[in-house]
């Protein structure tokens, strides 16, 4: 198991090839991000809780799914310390176990591309927002050790407005499985830089 307990940009890039397995279904992380909760403008938590940021802010190893686009779930690795809000969100992956299920979830789509983006990612797991605050470690849902595909390299976290100099994206180098860099058009130079 990972020490969940350290910040997220140190804990991320860690996470590159780790398995995750949940509703019979592995993936290979192949791309996280790392937020850093109320320290991070670009973070979910930086406003402080809310209804449906609730999960976010539990003890780490907590899963927080949250809706993206009105389309997507995403799921991130809660760590850091309870209350502080960190959490790495879980970007892409390769399915390695429960190919034929995933590819259910996900149909006509090309196995390389199955767990490809966040949203993506958890569908090819199955979850739905009623999974966020389960831990993991428990209930079938689980997070262990793997190596990654290549050398784990960084940059800009993708689509963020603010805090988009820090480089808390990581990846293994040269997975087709890893989502495309898309710089947020909304980005506004010099504002929350880092």
Known sequence: MYDLSLAAADL???????????????VRITE?????????????????????????????GTLYCYLSHGLHICGNVVCGSTGGGSAVLLRAGRVVAGLELARQRRPEVADVA????????GRALGWTLDDSGRRFGSGGLELARGEPSGRVVSGPRVGVSVAAGRPWRFWADGEPTVSAYRRSSRVVPGRHDW
């Open 12 to 26: 991320a890039p860690l996470l590159v090839g780790a398995l995750v397995s949940d509703g019979g279904v592995t």
């Open 32 to 60: 996280v991000e790392a937020y850093a909760g109320r320290d991070d403008p670009a973070a979910h938590a930086y406003v402080g809780p809310r209804p449906r940021t609730r999960d976010l802010f539990g003890p780490p």
């Open 114 to 121: 199955l767990a490809r983006g966040p949203g993506n990612l």
